[in-house]
């Protein structure tokens, strides 16, 4: 049981941390809040089950095309939808709504709302202590846990890093230095969106896939973000982990469990909210305390 | 006598007649009345009650993120809380729909107070998100407790409103325009009688100058989350009696995001705007089900529409079409038809660089 949680904790922490810091920079960084988020992150489970199952492609090439195909998807919502009306922040929140409702609809009306399993990358599983680990899990582990730590080294030791972190402390003084804010906004955007489809192509084999899975990872990437503080990277990550953990041991522990997993990471969200409206690792700043 | 009727006749020629945005709401009202008369097939009767239903819902969602700033994208807990004590004091006790869909909006009311508790801390994105947790929380406690709750199938066999749709299409009618004219008036800013309209507003544009001001805002914040939980409760409280059947469908995220959707495209933070968008989408969605492929374009449609409108008409389509017919007099802040040169009421000039 505890290496069942343990895996699953990891499984469902590393996919909601992968999401979760990508939403967490465009918020930061070129400060859209992206409902459609977990949108691209269908689109992109979707798109590996276009090109695994229906047309025949190697797992890792569709992975590969997934991947690519939802980051050109997600620079031309930018471009068309976000880029117009950035400087209107309910606006943007609501367009996109619109976007993932857009996504969820055209794949209900191509696929229909039926549950599809995509085929793991690697077969086979590993008995651990009488639990069966699929190895589709562990390379799911794996690949999040190498991102994540690719983006740490993006952000903290290339120069584009440094733009991106200069552009979310303060967007004024880095355009004034000389900084393209909206061609990093848009590199942003590329990146969270890839982040996303990297998630969904590793971790959908395990799950399955239907045209309103965007809902249940929306909400708790939202909640990991607001529990670990609005725009702070190691926050989310932090955030993502503690309800990744909750939800495998509430699925796992508590009789009927699997309809409570959501409600439980929020109740723990809306609770530490209280005490500390600001999250885990956020900051207030003087202006913005009631 | 005469002359009473006659005051209040002057009263109404400058007070509604005069403003043409008021003109349009009056036909459209009494259009909305004689309609059912007419045409009385069961289906037209359906959408004609369900959007009456819906403009309500809408309208409480404006009145608390319009007006107020507390943008919620949780509003379909009030519309499902309300629903379900609404089906369990008619299938349980055995109450009337009279008592069971005013208990309802009560019940509203007090999860509206307990939903107020951690939001009244919080602001803008964090406000949103922790509003969205909310039917999601309850979602998973019904699916934990079916026997109370009837679970994923909900509850079903509630009393029907009346016996009659038409009676039921009034009944909806009347109560949606009273509850939408109680909203217009408490959110009016310009009422000299009611200073809640005003409050509100100054809440939303900024919530530490209303409070310097001496304003209790966290006293009007519990108050606006609970009118609008009361107006949303009344809302599910119909549904449940006119559907017959409560389910969790309510709690769902993108049942919230209707509201939303609907005053975004009539206007945020008019009253109209949300009547506007529920009268005119509502339909329109419906009535492509009796199309060729409408079924199953529908959701894309709306999608599209949404996006569209977001980004060639940000102030909604109501708004849109007020600035074409109405201008607002520099000096008096009257309200004039737009092909007016002068004000009617202190004969200011409406517009500069008009001759005479």
């Known amino acids: 049981m505890l290496v069942a949680i343990l895996v699953n904790g990891l499984l469902y922490g590393g996919t909601y941390a992968l999401l979760a810091v990508g939403f967490s920079l465009v918020f930061g960084v070129a400060k859209i809040v992206n409902m459609s988020h977990t949108g691209f992150y269908m689109v992109g489970a979707y798109l590996?089950?276009?090109?695994?199952?229906?047309?025949?492609?190697?797992?890792?090439?569709?992975?590969?095309?997934?991947?690519?195909?939802?980051?050109?998807?997600?620079?031309?919502?930018?471009?068309?939808?976000?880029?117009?009306?950035?400087?209107?922040?309910?606006?943007?929140?609501?367009?996109?709504?619109?976007?993932?409702?857009?996504?969820?609809?055209?794949?209900?009306?191509?696929?229909?709302?039926?549950?599809?399993?995509?085929?793991?990358?690697?077969?086979?599983?590993?008995?651990?202590?009488?639990?069966?680990?699929?190895?589709?899990?562990?390379?799911?582990?794996?690949?999040?846990?190498?991102?994540?730590?690719?983006?740490?080294?993006?952000?903290?030791?290339?120069?584009?890093?440094?733009?991106?972190?200069?552009?979310?402390?303060?967007?004024?003084?880095?355009?004034?230095?000389?900084?393209?804010?909206?061609?990093?906004?848009?590199?942003?955007?590329?990146?969270?969106?890839?982040?996303a489809a990297v998630a969904s192509s590793v971790a959908a084999p395990v799950f399955t896939i239907n045209p309103l899975m965007w809902l249940h990872p929306l909400v708790i990437v939202l909640a990991a973000v607001i529990l670990g503080g609005l725009g702070s990277i190691k926050g989310s990550v932090a955030g993502a982990l503690i309800l990744g953990f909750t939800e495998s041991m509430v699925t796992l522990l508590v009789p009927k469990g699997g309809y409570l997993g959501g409600a439980v990471s929020l109740s723990i969200m809306i609770v530490i909210l209280m005490i500390r409206p600001e999250g885990l690792f956020g900051v207030v700043f003087e202006e913005e305390r009631l | 006598m005469f002359n009473y009727v006659r005051l209040w006749?002057?009263?109404?020629?400058?007070?509604?007649?005069?403003?043409?945005?008021?003109?349009?709401?009056?036909?459209?009202?009494?259009?909305?009345?004689?309609?059912?008369?007419?045409?009385?097939?069961?289906?037209?009767?359906?959408?004609?009650?369900?959007?009456?239903?819906?403009?309500?819902?809408?309208?409480?969602?404006?009145?608390?993120?319009?007006?107020?700033?507390?943008?919620?994208?949780?509003?379909?807990?009030?519309?499902?809380?309300?629903?379900?004590?609404?089906?369990?004091?008619?299938?349980?006790?055995?109450?009337?729909?009279?008592?069971?869909?005013?208990?309802?909006?009560?019940?509203?009311?007090?999860?509206?107070?307990?939903?107020a508790i951690p939001v009244l801390r919080l602001r803008g994105f964090y406000l949103a998100i922790v509003t969205l947790a909310f039917p999601i929380i309850l979602t998973g406690i019904l699916f934990a407790f079916p026997d109370f709750t009837g679970g994923e199938l909900g509850l079903f066999g509630l009393s029907r409103l009346t016996h009659s749709r038409l009676l039921d299409t009034y009944i909806v009618y009347?109560?949606?325009?009273?509850?939408?004219?109680?909203?217009?008036?408490?959110?009016?800013?310009?009422?000299?009688?009611?200073?809640?309209?005003?409050?509100?507003?100054?809440?939303?544009?900024?919530?530490?100058?209303?409070?310097?001001?001496?304003?209790?805002?966290?006293?009007y914040k519990l108050l606006v989350f609970s009118l609008s939980a009361f107006f949303a409760g009344i809302a599910g409280g119909l549904y449940a009696h006119f559907i017959k059947i409560v389910g969790p469908s309510a709690l769902e995220l993108t049942f919230s995001f209707q509201p939303v959707l609907w005053v975004i495209f009539g206007g945020m933070g008019t009253i109209y705007g949300g009547i506007v968008g529920v009268y005119i989408l509502y339909p329109f969605m419906e009535g492509l089900r009796f199309f060729p492929l409408g079924d199953e374009i529908r959701g894309v449609l709306f999608?599209?529409?949404?996006?569209?409108?977001?980004?060639?008409?940000?102030e909604g389509i109501g708004v849109w079409i007020r600035d074409k017919i109405e201008v607002t007099c520099p000096r008096c802040k009257e309200i004039n038809l737009s092909t007016r040169t002068h004000c009617r009421i202190c004969r200011a000039q409406l517009r500069l660089g008009d001759d005479q």
């Open chain 1, 48 to 195: 590996v089950f276009i090109a695994s199952s229906m047309m025949g492609l190697p797992l890792l090439l569709s992975g590969l095309l997934a991947v690519i195909i939802s980051a050109l998807l997600g620079l031309i919502s930018y471009k068309l939808c976000f880029d117009r009306i950035k400087e209107q922040g309910t606006a943007v929140m609501i367009v996109s709504v619109g976007l993932a409702l857009l996504f969820q609809e055209l794949l209900l009306l191509l696929f229909g709302g039926s549950y599809k399993g995509i085929s793991h990358f690697v077969p086979g599983f590993v008995t651990m202590s009488g639990y069966q680990i699929s190895y589709q899990s562990l390379l799911a582990i794996g690949v999040s846990a190498i991102s994540l730590t690719a983006v740490w080294l993006l952000l903290s030791k290339t120069m584009l890093g440094i733009a991106i972190r200069a552009v979310a402390e303060d967007r004024e003084a880095a355009s004034l230095m000389g900084f393209n804010v909206s061609r990093i906004g848009m590199i942003i955007m590329g990146i969270s969106v890839v982040l």
């Open chain 2, 303 to 314: 999608a599209l529409i949404l996006i569209l409108t977001l980004l060639f008409m940000p």
């Open chain 2, 174 to 219: 009347v109560v949606m325009l009273i509850s939408v004219m109680v909203m217009y008036k408490l959110t009016d800013g310009k009422s000299k009688m009611i200073r809640t309209g005003l409050i509100f507003q100054a809440i939303r544009e900024d919530e530490i100058a209303a409070k310097k001001s001496g304003i209790n805002t966290v006293k």
């Open chain 2, 9 to 115: 006749y002057r009263y109404f020629q400058v007070e509604v007649l005069s403003v043409p945005g008021k003109v349009i709401a009056l036909f459209f009202f009494v259009f909305l009345g004689f309609l059912p008369l007419f045409a009385n097939s069961p289906q037209i009767l359906r959408i004609l009650i369900l959007a009456g239903i819906y403009a309500i819902f809408a309208v409480s969602w404006d009145m608390l993120a319009g007006y107020t700033g507390q943008v919620s994208l949780g509003h379909g807990l009030f519309f499902a809380v309300a629903g379900y004590a609404a089906a369990l004091f008619n299938l349980k006790l055995d109450f009337s729909p009279w008592a069971t869909i005013p208990l309802g909006a009560l019940c509203a009311v007090g999860v509206g107070l307990i939903v």
